[in-house]
């Protein structure tokens, strides 16, 4: 989720960057920024697929466990980082 929130944040940065560029009446960097913000658009969208493909694996493991005390049951853990989503488990 991190990679998607500072993904957004960049989005917003080269969106003000290009109407700031409007406001003056154009900008020799223009064709740049719009390249930056295509980019931008880019990484928020992947990494939020990621993240949420993360999550959504992170629920089947842990409704697929099996019961206290199986010995053949798997322990799935997932938690939130700065990077995304983290998850680690025994099978």
Known sequence: MGGAVAGAVWWANRADALN???DRGGCMNAS???GEQSAAIGV???TGV???AAITTGVILLAAGGGAGDDDASATT???SP???TCSGRF
């Open 20 to 22: 700031q560029c409007d």
């Open 78 to 80: 997932c938690g939130v």
């Open 32 to 34: 740049t920024i719009e």
């Open 44 to 46: 928020t969208i992947a």
């Open 50 to 52: 990621v993240a949420l």
């Open 83 to 85: 990077l995304g989503v």
